[in-house]
C-alpha cells in the first residue's frame, strides 16, 4: 500500500543525480510534476520502494483535510516508474479480486462518494492521516459485470487522456518559456 519513511537528501532539479519525488499535493495537480527532487545516490534503497506502476490508484493518505487527502487518481503511462513520498496510499489490481480493477479505481477516485468514504477514516488532529488497514474496508457497491466494465473502461480511457493533456501543456509552457528566454536575452 505504501513505503516507510526516510530521510531525503534534496538537490536542485538540473543537477544530474537528482530524480523527481512526487508528493500527495503534486498528484492532484491538473499538470503532474514533482516539486522536489532528491538524490539517486544517496536516496537509492529508498528510491526502489517509491517507484509505482501504470493502473495504480494513487490516494494521498497524509495532508490536510478538505485540501489533498483522499482525492485519488488514477496512475497512467506518463507516471510509470516514478518516484512517490510516502504520504501516498498504492491501490493495485489483485489477481483473483472478482472486481473489475477500473471499476473500482473509478469509484475510489470520484469525488461523491470515494473521496468521502476515504476521507471518513482519517484520524489525527493536527495533521490527519489516512490508514490503509481501514481503506481496504470501504464497501464499495457492486453492479452487473457489464457495467463495471463499461465503467471502467471509460476511467481508464480518461486517465490515458489526462496524460496527452498534461504532455501538450507542458510542451506549450516550454514553448512559451523558450521564446520569452529569447526576449530577455
Do not use: W
Amino acid at each position: 500500500m505504501g513505503t516507510a519513511r526516510f530521510k531525503r537528501h534534496y538537490l536542485n532539479e538540473d543537477n544530474e543525480n537528482s530524480v523527481g519525488l512526487f508528493s500527495s499535493s503534486d498528484i492532484v495537480r491538473a499538470n503532474l510534476s514533482p516539486s522536489k527532487y532528491i538524490s539517486k545516490t544517496l536516496n537509492s534503497k529508498q528510491l526502489d520502494k517509491c517507484v509505482i506502476s501504470t493502473d495504480t490508484v494513487l490516494v494521498p493518505c497524509s495532508g490536510e483535510y478538505g485540501g489533498v487527502l483522499g482525492y485519488g487518481m488514477l496512475a497512467g503511462p506518463l507516471m510509470n516508474g516514478k518516484a512517490i513520498t510516502q504520504h501516498v496510499l498504492r491501490i493495485a489490481a489483485k489477481k483473483d479480486s472478482p472486481a473489475y480493477f477500473y471499476y473500482v479505481a473509478a469509484f475510489l477516485c470520484s469525488d461523491n462518494f470515494g473521496y468521502h468514504l476515504m476521507a471518513s477514516t482519517r484520524f489525527g488532529k493536527d495533521i490527519p492521516e489516512i490508514d490503509p488497514n481501514v481503506l481496504k474496508r470501504i464497501p464499495i457497491p457492486r453492479l452487473e459485470t457489464s457495467a463495471e466494465k463499461r465503467i471502467g473502461d471509460i476511467f481508464k480511457r480518461s486517465s490515458v487522456l489526462q496524460e496527452k493533456a498534461n504532455q501538450l501543456e507542458n510542451t506549450a509552457i516550454s514553448l512559451i518559456e523558450q521564446e520569452y528566454e529569447k526576449l530577455i536575452v
